[in-house]
T-cell receptor
Framework: SQTIHQWPATLVQPVGSPLSLECTVE??????LYWYRQAAGRGLQLLFYSVGIGQISSEVPQNLSASRPQDRQFILSSKKLLLSDSGFYLC???????????FGDGTRLSIL | GQQLNQSPQSMFIQEGEDVSMNCTSSSIFNTWLWYKQDPGEGPVLLIALYKAGELTSNGRLTAQFGITRKDSFLNISASIPSDVGIYFCAGHPISYNAGKSTFGDGTTLTVKP
């Protein structure tokens, strides 16, 4: 069966520091991969998605970037974090255009 | 882009009561999905619907794909305390979009014992 792993679960970072969140998927090949951010009590905002290695589409302009160095690895990065980058970051995967997305357990990011 | 209107925004009910929430879109979707998110966790898929008029159950949960393909509803019967959480609807438009889902803003459910 397929599984998705996100780490770390919780992260506290100072303003201006770099960021790297990692997501890996097991049990499937060539998945579509997604990064979302969720503010407290709010809905899901799609940040990036990828349909293949090295292919990244950005949904909103921001201080973040994403990379997909391997088929089942998706990384969310920043060179300098802002206070507004705080939130709950979720990675998800799917197997096709009409297939549901399946989410990881998320990373709670707090910027001080 | 497509937007989903999910209502109600929040619900406070007594244990044992039935719950109904819905989602509407201004455009046609070919897939409707319902997720539940527990506090501090990622959303978990509850029900997936792929055909207009489709009615699907998952235990005490029932969801339907609207005939117009622009709406869907989720019912929970005989609610229990563990039903507490945020319920999201999501849909896929008919045009290819790399599997991106459009999400509603969620319905927060509180169940009083």
């Amino acid at each position: 069966s397929q599984t998705i792993h996100q780490w770390p679960a919780t992260l506290v970072q100072p303003v201006g520091s770099p960021l790297s969140l990692e997501c890996t998927v097991e049990g499937t090949s060539n998945p579509n991969l997604y990064w979302y951010r969720q503010a407290a009590g709010r809905g899901l905002q799609l940040l990036f998605y990828s349909v293949g290695i090295g292919q990244i589409s950005s949904e909103v302009p921001q201080n973040l970037s994403a990379s997909r160095p391997q088929d089942r690895q998706f990384i969310l990065s920043s060179k300098k974090l802002l206070l507004s980058d705080s939130g709950f970051y979720l990675c998800a995967w799917s197997n096709g255009a009409r297939q549901p997305q399946h989410f990881g357990d998320g990373t709670r990011l707090s910027i001080l | 882009g497509q937007q989903l209107n999910q209502s109600p925004q929040s619900m406070f009910i007594q244990e044992g009561e039935d719950v109904s929430m819905n989602c509407t879109s201004s455009s046609i979707f070919n897939t409707w999905l319902w997720y539940k998110q527990d506090p501090g966790e990622g959303p978990v898929l509850l029900i997936a619907l792929y055909k207009a008029g489709e009615l699907t159950s998952n235990g005490r949960l029932t969801a339907q794909f609207g005939i117009t393909r622009k709406d869907s509803f989720l019912n929970i019967s005989a609610s229990i305390p563990s039903d507490v959480g945020i319920y999201f609807c999501a849909g896929h438009p008919i045009s290819y979009n790399a599997g991106k889902s459009t999400f509603g803003d969620g319905t927060t459910l509180t169940v009083k014992p």
